[in-house]
């Protein structure tokens, strides 16, 4: 059974910095690419980054480059999101997904309806 566990979120102010965990059990985690979403009061669930399984390849939406890193542990069957320089906006609630096996990032960042397994995602707050 497939389970993906988000941590880490919480409060912190602007331009600080959070680091959520995906801890993933029940399936291999090296063999699927893995991403977070993002989903805020009212709007859609938005594609927040996109690592890769087979070379680690990772994407972004334009709204994170340079200051959200995507990374993976595969001995640990855990993956990461650093978010630095965090600002009002991307507050949300963040979910980690997985898709079918053969799943490669597109370079424009995930779409929700590429991914059937998610997590029960993790709050993250910024105060301005």
């Known amino acids: 059974q497939v389970q993906l566990v988000e941590s880490g979120g919480g409060l912190v102010q602007a331009g600080g910095s959070l680091r959520l965990s995906c801890a993933a059990s029940?399936?291999?985690?090296?063999?699927?690419?893995i991403a977070w979403f993002r989903q805020a009061p009212g709007k859609e669930r938005e594609g927040v980054a996109c690592?890769?399984?087979?070379?680690?390849?990772?994407s972004y939406a334009d709204s994170v480059k340079s200051r959200f890193t995507i990374s993976r542990d595969n001995a640990k069957n855990t993956v990461y999101l650093q978010m630095d320089g965090l600002k009002p906006e991307d507050t949300a609630v963040y979910y980690c997904?997985?898709?079918?096996?053969?799943?490669?990032?597109?370079?424009?960042?995930?779409?929700?309806?590429?991914?059937?397994?998610w997590g029960q995602g993790t709050q993250v707050t910024v105060s301005s």
């Open positions: 029940g399936f291999t985690l090296r063999n699927y690419a």
């Open positions: 997904a997985a898709p079918d096996p053969m799943y490669y990032c597109p370079d424009y960042g995930p779409l929700s309806m590429d991914f059937n397994s």
């Open positions: 690592i890769s399984s087979a070379d680690g390849y990772t």
